[in-house]
């Protein structure tokens, strides 16, 4: 439990630790963003924050005293809590290397459970838009702009800001999508691994923000993200990833991955943004903090950029194959041209439609029908949020063309691979093929290849070496534009393990 007496202060308050209670007493200040200089104000936020945080940790916050002058009158207010013992601090536990797995799968039931019956409306849902966002992170930007040069480097803040605006700018539908499918709600606001005990009996999470209602009204995934975030702070971003992995399943969001990496990032910011203006007050190893804080909102914000990926090549040059192999490696959404084509004209996928070049489902009207509604589902899941892999020929300029004027209007990276092989392994595979999607023979092929138009600005893959080397290739050549995630690209279950 530690010395049975301690005084911890912060900017706001001063808690004394007593023997096995807690009492906080705050002080009588104006900060700007709260305001306790009344005694009528100290006590209403004293109750708010025992109410409130009642939520998570019942029987630790057991109410609030009144501190009585000299008259017998009130003249101030305690929140009394029961005190949490030192050593089961989540912090302490994961700097001891002791193993919090089952601990932390219990604090995402708990977080997640809290949200399932959290207060939602039209106020909180206001806090959830894209525009309530974008206007968060401009406020920490413009905290951290005169701090650029001293403590963040200013080219990694261009890019935080660039990245950030790119994000917003062409998500609306999907924070649209957050809002309809309640997911914005009162939560937590502050959930730090230091304020999560871990006690034989089950966590005990405390502290919530208290003092300003707006900051509260988040997405329940935004919410979550601030301890995956601190769990990588730390040094553990398995556990980070484990943690929010079990939010996802325990909360059953379907999220998009992307939007799991901008959330880390904006909270990453904000402490970056708070251990730059602790370094101007003389805050030692603040400004280490802030620039360490930064990359990691940078990596994420990164790794969340929503790329279009176009993987083309005549038939039998492996492109289905390695589309598949990419959209599995990076959790990708996969269309495919040979699939939506006969989804278009009624059939099943592998039933055969063969026609001469040119002809039945392959005149130029269906060639032209597949690739608009390629595109148009392409273009849904980027606004959503979602990377997608295409697999088609690409061998029209004009169909690249509408592609890359889809990522520009969905802000999205775009990524063009074309597969090439040996004409002699091409044939071997085509000659191999039975019961597949594609149509395409040999002569078709011939004609395919023939009608090609140049593709300058397409990242050649030979797949001609084992199929986990073209892999690789191809995965280099994203990644030089959609970096490798901190953590694995891709859903879980949506149900927890």
Known sequence: ?????????????????????????????????????????????????????????????????DVLGPDGEPCDHLVVMRRMPEERRLTTMIRAGEPVEAELRQVARMVASLHSRARRGPEVDR???????????????????????AVLDPPVLQEIERLTRRYLDGRERLFAARIADGRIVDGHGDLQADDIFCLDDGPRILDC?????????VDGLDDAA????????????????????????????????????????????????????????????????????????LRHLRAGSVTLVLVGGGPGTGKTTLAAALADRLGCALLSSDRVRKELAGIA???????????????????????????????????????????????????????EELAGRASSDLVALRCTAPPQLVAERLARRRGGI????????????????????????????????????????????????????????LEPD
């Open 1 to 65: 439990m530690g010395p049975w007496a301690q005084i911890r202060e912060t900017h706001s308050a001063v808690v004394f630790l007593l023997g096995d209670r807690a009492v906080k007493l705050r002080k009588p200040v104006d900060l700007g963003f709260l305001d306790f200089t009344t005694r009528e104000a100290r006590r209403a936020i004293s109750h708010e924050e025992v109410r409130l945080n009642r939520r998570l940790a019942p029987d630790v916050y057991e109410g609030v005293a």
């Open 127 to 149: 806090e959830g838009e894209a525009g309530a966002l974008l206007a968060r992170w401009t406020a920490s930007f413009e905290q951290v702009r005169e701090t650029a040069g």
């Open 209 to 217: 923000l208290e003092f300003d209602e707006r900051l509260r009204f």
């Open 226 to 297: 601030f301890l995956a975030m601190d769990l990588e702070r730390l040094g553990a971003p398995r556990l980070a990833e484990l943690f929010l992995r079990r939010y996802i399943a325990f909360s059953g969001d379907h999220a998009p991955p992307s939007l799991w990496h901008h959330y880390v990032a904006y909270r990453a910011f904000v402490r970056a943004k708070v251990a730059a203006l602790r370094h101007l007050q003389g805050g030692r190893g603040a400004a280490g903090q802030a620039r360490d804080l930064a990359e990691l909102a």
């Open 349 to 403: 996928p592998e039933q055969p439609a063969p026609a001469p070049y040119g002809e039945g489902i392959y005149s130029p009207e269906w060639t032209e029908r597949t690739y608009r509604e390629l595109l148009s589902r392409a273009e849904t899941l980027l606004l959503h949020g979602e990377p997608v892999v295409l697999d088609a020929t690409w061998s029209n300029a004009g169909w690249r063309e509408a592609a």
């Open 438 to 493: 594609s149509d395409a023979d040999q002569a078709i092929a011939d004609a395919v290849t023939a009608a090609a138009e140049p593709w300058p600005g397409a990242v050649e893959i030979d797949t001609g070496v084992p199929p986990e080397r073209a892999a690789e290739r191809a995965l280099a050549a994203i990644h030089a534009r959609w970096p490798a995630a901190p953590w694995r690209f891709r859903r879980p279950r």
